[in-house]
């Protein structure tokens, strides 16, 4: 059994990341193991930026967007040198095991250092993309969509209002998840993905029909990995001759209290991640499988791409 470990959150930060560090946090406090907290993702471990936490540290805290360890990327990581520092400037601490939170990068680079240096790893995805193999589930990825929804309900006011075709932009480079979901729950006519061909000639086509018959406004969400929103929105305007306006959402996406549903999920990851790591487990990363709890082997989470669930891409035609 491992007796001190650290926490730490690294990459693009998502709400409910502090739910999932207070949960490791007390979880291993519970248990007599010593924790310490890595301010600034892989950063905090290179430039010896870490403290021992009490229990005190992560009150306050489950309510918040954001990350108070902070997060970054960290250039210097990537190299072997910039691990082998870290490497030891934990030892240094006496520090036993690591559990990161983080998306896609912080877990490959997760999974890289300990593939080097042997430390034990425990990976929890952190992330409102929803992009980790083996999971249905990301810390985050809850919030994001309910804060896209929330801009899709004011932007149905008035669009409506004006007779006008809505393209709004939402996160998600390689993943078109929170697009698909916030278009589903938000009825949305059009929902483009980067996993997913289309063809904007015969999507206009089909909208200048839909006005035709009467349709009082159009909402299309575009994942930013499909396509630019203000790109998209300008070729609409000119094939279809309707009133068409731009809205890209950006980082508010990335903000807000957390929901329910991601503090309590980040808090039974959290929990999990605290026993495994304290029991010398190592390599794995905790998810959700049908509303389980699950492990899965940190190097095949980052090695195999998550694919969106062909449901909802085909939900989202029948229903639009
Ligand atoms: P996210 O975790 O949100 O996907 P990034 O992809 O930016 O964010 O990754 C966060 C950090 O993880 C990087 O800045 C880097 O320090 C580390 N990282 C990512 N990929 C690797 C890699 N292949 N090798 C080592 N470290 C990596």
Same mark, same amino acid.
């Given at each position: *059994?491992?007796?001190?470990?650290?926490?730490?959150t690294?990459?693009?930060?998502?709400?409910? *990341?502090?739910?999932?560090?207070?949960?490791?946090? #007390?979880?291993?406090?519970?248990?007599?193991?010593?924790?310490?907290?890595?301010?600034?993702?892989? %950063?905090?471990?290179?430039?010896?930026?870490?403290?021992?936490?009490?229990?005190?540290?992560?009150?306050?805290?489950?309510?918040?967007?954001?990350?108070?360890?902070?997060?970054?990327?960290?250039?210097?990581f990537?190299?072997?040198?910039?691990?082998?520092?870290? $490497?030891?400037?934990?030892?240094?601490?006496?520090?036993?095991?690591?559990?990161?939170?983080g998306?896609?990068?912080?877990?490959?680079?997760?999974?890289i250092?300990?593939?080097?240096?042997?430390?034990?790893?425990?990976?929890?995805?952190?992330?409102?993309?929803?992009?980790?193999?083996?999971?249905?589930?990301?810390?985050?990825?809850?919030?994001?969509?309910?804060? =896209?929804?929330?801009?899709?309900?004011?932007l #149905?006011?008035?669009?409506?209002?004006? #007779?006008?075709?809505?393209?709004?932009?939402? *996160?998600? #480079?390689n993943?078109?998840? /929170?697009? *698909?979901?916030?278009?589903?729950?938000?009825?949305?006519? $059009?929902?483009?993905?980067?996993?997913?061909?289309?063809? /904007?000639?015969?999507?206009?086509?089909?909208?200048?029909?839909? $006005?035709?018959?009467?349709?009082? $406004?159009?909402?299309?969400?575009?994942?930013?990995?499909?396509?630019?929103?203000?790109?998209?929105?300008?070729?609409?305007?000119?094939?279809?001759g309707?009133?068409?306006?731009?809205?890209? /959402?950006? %980082? =508010?996406?990335?903000g807000?209290?957390?929901?329910?549903?991601?503090?309590?999920?980040?808090?039974?990851?959290?929990?999990?991640?605290? /026993?495994? =790591? =304290?029991?010398?487990?190592?390599?794995?990363?905790?998810?959700?499988?049908?509303? %389980?709890?699950?492990?899965?082997?940190? %190097?095949?989470?980052?090695?195999?791409?998550?694919?969106?669930?062909?449901?909802?891409?085909?939900?989202?035609?029948?229903?639009?």
């Amino acid at each position: *059994m491992l007796n001190s470990i650290a926490v730490m959150t690294s990459g693009g930060d998502s709400p409910g *990341m502090n739910a999932a560090v207070r949960a490791v946090t #007390r979880t291993a406090l519970h248990a007599g193991v010593k924790v310490w907290g890595i301010r600034g993702g892989y %950063h905090g471990m290179l430039d010896e930026d870490m403290f021992e936490m009490t229990s005190k540290d992560v009150s306050d805290i489950i309510q918040r967007g954001g990350t108070f360890l902070g997060t970054a990327r960290c250039k210097r990581f990537a190299t072997p040198e910039g691990r082998m520092l870290g $490497y030891k400037n934990l030892n240094d601490r006496g520090i036993q095991g690591l559990v990161v939170v983080g998306g896609d990068g912080s877990l490959r680079g997760a999974s890289i250092f300990s593939k080097e240096t042997g430390i034990p790893i425990v990976g929890l995805p952190g992330t409102i993309d929803n992009d980790v193999w083996g999971s249905e589930y990301t810390i985050g990825s809850d919030t994001a969509a309910n804060t =896209i929804i929330d801009a899709i309900n004011k932007l #149905r006011d008035t669009a409506s209002a004006h #007779r006008r075709i809505i393209v709004l932009e939402v *996160m998600g #480079r390689n993943s078109g998840y /929170l697009a *698909m979901v916030a278009g589903i729950s938000g009825g949305s006519e $059009y929902i483009l993905v980067p996993e997913e061909e289309y063809d /904007l000639d015969e999507i206009c086509e089909d909208m200048k029909e839909s $006005y035709a018959k009467g349709k009082r $406004y159009i909402l299309m969400v575009v994942a930013e990995g499909a396509g630019k929103g203000n790109e998209i929105g300008k070729i609409v305007a000119e094939k279809t001759g309707l009133d068409t306006r731009v809205s890209k /959402l950006g %980082h =508010i996406q990335r903000g807000g209290s957390p929901t329910v549903i991601d503090r309590v999920n980040a808090s039974r990851l959290g929990e999990n991640a605290a /026993l495994a =790591i =304290i029991s010398g487990l190592s390599d794995i990363v905790f998810g959700f499988d049908r509303g %389980h709890v699950v492990s899965i082997n940190l %190097h095949d989470a980052v090695n195999n791409k998550k694919k969106l669930n062909p449901e909802f891409m085909r939900l989202a035609k029948v229903l639009a």
